[in-house]
């Protein structure tokens, strides 16, 4: 089936750095890709959906200046977190949308803890 | 845009029983339904999707309904396992060709008691 490889699994950062967290679609082209916070016991919050080569696409209060997407290529997306502080910390989630000929639907990496100190 | 409400947000059962959980959407447009069990510090995994041509899907112990003039689906989990305890998500979206964003509901902790 589709694999979404996302990395770091968890990281910590001091506050004023920049963190990436990166997604790979592994075995289909991932047209577009999703990335999603959640706060502890709470759903999935959409940040952005992000298209190949193109800019990506905000959701309503989600600082575009922060939250910086890159979706250069077809397998690959990346988030980086930019000047963060202790409240950026949370669990990051990326997906990709694969086409109806692979099944259609979604698939989801294995998110990123952030922590920030 | 989407809204997409599910309930009850806990669930508690003992091993062997039914659970069911419901959701609601607001968008008629919506024709893709998947639910996904989400363990504590993992991302979330498709359990069972439901697309708006089809009332019903089985999987197993699983199953899935969709009412589209009601504009809700529900989640049956039959002979409950300890191994079912986790967060599932019901999700919202509309598909086709590719797929668009995906709304999710609150989420259901459901917890099966040995």
């Known amino acids: 089936g589709a694999v979404v490889s996302q990395h770091p699994s968890w990281v910590i950062c001091k506050s004023g750095t920049s963190v990436k967290i990166e997604c790979r679609s592994l075995?289909?082209?991932?047209?577009?890709m999703f990335w999603y916070r959640q706060f502890p016991k709470q759903s999935l919050m959409l940040m952005a959906t992000s298209n190949e080569g193109s800019k990506a696409t905000y959701e309503q209060g989600v600082e575009k200046d922060k939250f910086l997407i890159n979706h250069a290529s077809l397998t690959l997306s990346t988030l980086t977190v930019t000047s963060a502080h202790p409240e950026d910390s949370s669990f990051y989630i990326c997906?990709?949308?694969?086409?109806?000929?692979?099944?259609?639907?979604?698939?989801f990496g294995s998110g990123t803890r952030l922590t920030v100190v | 845009g989407e809204n997409v409400e599910q309930h009850p947000s806990t669930l508690s059962v003992q091993e062997g029983d039914s659970a069911v959980i419901k959701c609601t959407y607001s968008d008629s447009a919506s024709n893709y339904f998947p639910w996904y069990k989400q363990e504590l510090g993992k991302g979330p995994q498709l359990i069972i999707d439901i697309r708006s041509n089809v009332g019903e899907k089985k999987d197993q112990r699983i199953a899935v309904t969709l009412n589209k003039t009601a504009k809700h689906f529900s989640l049956h989990i039959t002979e409950t396992q300890p191994e079912d305890s986790a967060v599932y998500f019901c999700a919202a979206s509309i598909g086709g060709t590719s797929y668009g964003k995906l709304t999710f509901g609150q989420g259901t902790i459901l917890t099966v008691h040995p």
């Open positions: 997906s990709a949308s694969h086409p109806r000929d692979r099944g259609g639907g979604y698939t």
């Open positions: 075995d289909f082209q991932a047209t577009t």
